[in-house]
């Protein structure tokens, strides 16, 4: 296939928020237009809005030329997760970047294209190797305007191209979507069953809502169901934290993953960035090789993050933490510390410095009530279904997205038609995980 190299400016407007364009904490509010940034990127370079901040009228009116239209693309382009992509394959409204962030507009190509080729292994090289090194690393927007992209000269090859892609981003955005689902379904479950009491009593209705015996617990300072406990969460559940592993023994490749706090993300490990180890250190915990079904929580920045491991031979670094105990409780304290009051503490815990850092035995000292076995494991026995099939939605994600970085370079270079892409898509196969702890 035929290509010619242009620069990035040739395809696209870049534009950006500068000098007095920018924005402070007091130019945000509760609703209005959105203002996009990091945080709003997932690992898998797509728009995670959950948390989205909103901006001034007055500021967002003030800078026309990032406004985000649909199918504009957004680079990250200062901090730690410089390089995060996403494409705006949606609506959005009223909506602009946030000044850590760069806006790519009006694409005379197929925009598809272009963010593919940004995601791409060379584009991911690019904007991290032309980054500056610093503690606040940023890319240039004049070194980003120069970058070379490979553009085929046939244009319905680069449609080809981008609806092979689409394919498996669509998928993985639809797992993403239904492990939201579950994930909802199962806090909910623990809401009605821990926070209102109305797990099924003997008859199978709700407990405290059917006249369930209640009694008032002074150190939680609330009732509770008679029958029930309140010790501190360290009787039942522990949390370890990882390996300090020698940098000098990481490679390229290697049988082993090491999972650090980056991999860590809310729901779900990802595990594109790693660096491996052949050997297992002789001094290393049991605990540290990774299971599938295993909960991690971070203990560095963003701190209270969980996820489950969803693969095998995998290594746990420091300041990643790993629920201990029997596997009802290790479930049922999943549930506890992902409540919103519960987040708060932890980060309250670990803040006072600049990089927030939770204590593993802080983290687990306060009073909790403690159901009844019975109760206990009626709970795992109906959310343990739920949360197998995220794990395997997030294995298949992991399975989708190393089938998308293999398809990449060679139907960009030609070396695979978008024939031959669809039958590898067909043939992919769904891989299946039992959900197992301990």
């Avoid at 639809?174 to 008859?203: C, G, H, S």
């Avoid at 594109?272 to 050997?279: A, I, L, Q, R, T």
């Avoid at 019975?374 to 709970?379: E, H």
Wanted: net charge negative; hydrophobic share 35%.
């Amino acid at each position: 296939m035929e290509t010619k190299i242009v620069a990035l400016s040739e395809l696209c407007k870049i534009s950006g928020r500068v000098g007095w364009k920018g924005y402070t904490v007091d130019d945000l509010r509760e609703d209005g237009p959105l203002v996009i940034g990091a945080n709003d990127i997932d690992s898998n370079h797509q728009l995670d809005l959950k948390e989205v901040k909103h901006i001034s009228r007055e500021k967002y009116e003030e800078s026309p030329e990032i406004m985000i239209d649909k199918y504009d693309i957004l680079i990250v382009k200062v901090g730690s997760t410089i390089g995060k992509v996403a494409i705006v394959d949606q609506d959005l409204g009223e909506a602009c970047i946030n000044p850590n962030t760069v806006l790519l507009k009006n694409c005379k190509i197929n925009p598809f294209y272009v963010y593919y080729t940004l995601i791409s292994s060379y584009g991911q090289s690019f904007l991290l190797n032309n980054s500056s090194a610093s503690a606040q690393p940023a890319l240039n927007q004049t070194t980003l305007k120069e970058m070379p992209i490979h553009l085929p000269a046939d244009e319905n090859w680069i449609n080809n191209i981008t609806t092979s892609l689409n394919r498996i981003n669509n998928k993985i955005k639809l797992n993403n979507r239904i492990n939201r689902e579950l994930e909802a379904m199962a806090k909910t479950l623990y809401d009605y069953w821990f926070v209102q009491f109305d797990f099924p009593n003997e008859q199978g209705k709700p407990y405290k809502s059917s006249g369930g015996k209640m009694v008032y617990n002074a150190e939680l300072k609330r009732e509770i169901p008679e029958g029930w406990e309140v010790k501190p969460i360290n009787t039942k559940v522990k949390i370890g934290s990882g390996f300090p592993f020698n940098s000098d023994d990481y490679s390229d490749t290697g049988k082993y993953k090491i999972i650090t706090i980056k991999n860590v993300q809310e729901g779900y490990l990802e595990t594109s960035s790693v660096d491996y180890v052949s050997f297992l250190p002789n001094n290393i915990s049991a605990f540290c090789i990774l299971k599938e079904g295993d909960i991690l929580m971070s203990l560095t920045g963003n701190v209270g993050r969980m996820c489950f491991v969803d693969q095998s031979n995998l290594l746990l670094n420091q300041r990643v933490g790993k629920l201990l105990g029997e596997k009802d409780f290790v479930t049922y304290a999943y549930f506890f510390f992902k409540r919103p009051e519960n987040q708060k503490r932890l980060e309250k815990i670990a803040g006072g410095s600049s990089q927030a850092n939770l204590s593993p035995i802080d983290a687990v000292k306060d009073k909790f009530p403690i159901p009844t076995a019975s109760v206990l494991n009626n709970f795992t026995q109906l959310v343990n279904p739920l949360l197998n099939q995220i794990l395997i939605k997030n294995q298949e994600n992991q399975h989708l997205t190393a089938l998308r970085d293999w398809l990449l370079p060679m139907l960009m270079n030609g070396q695979v038609t978008g024939n031959e892409a669809e039958e590898s898509l067909s043939m992919a196969a769904e891989p299946s995980v039992e959900y197992k702890k301990g």
